[in-house]
């Protein structure tokens, strides 16, 4: 199995910035790593992922302002968050997901608060 550590987070005005960055123990082959994140009663949300080849893909919120980057021989992930706004406040989850054997694995997640 996977394992994920995220770090960063925290709390920012609106505006500012952020990094979350996303460690995957293990030797389970990854294909995707992203983050989602879940505000306060509403239902958990894609926000980006990226694919072993470099693939991108952004929740339309976000576009402009978050990048996902990652590092395949380091197994990380990092979501770098400009411009933060009030609506980006929420718990942020980082993912991994494998297809041989497959698998889905989550981590615990880490909040980003954003001061209007």
Known sequence: QVQLVESGGGLMQAGGSLRLSCAASGSLSINVMGWY???QGKRR???ATITSGGST????SVKGRFTITTD???RTTSLQMNS???EDT???YCYAQGSW???E???QGTQVTVSS
């Open 90 to 92: 929420a718990v942020y």
């Open 101 to 103: 054997p497959r698998y």
């Open 57 to 60: 893909n952004y929740v339309d």
């Open 105 to 107: 694995s989550w981590g």
């Open 45 to 47: 949300e894609l926000v």
């Open 84 to 86: 933060l706004k009030p």
């Open 37 to 39: 994140r879940q505000a």
């Open 72 to 74: 395949n021989a380091k």
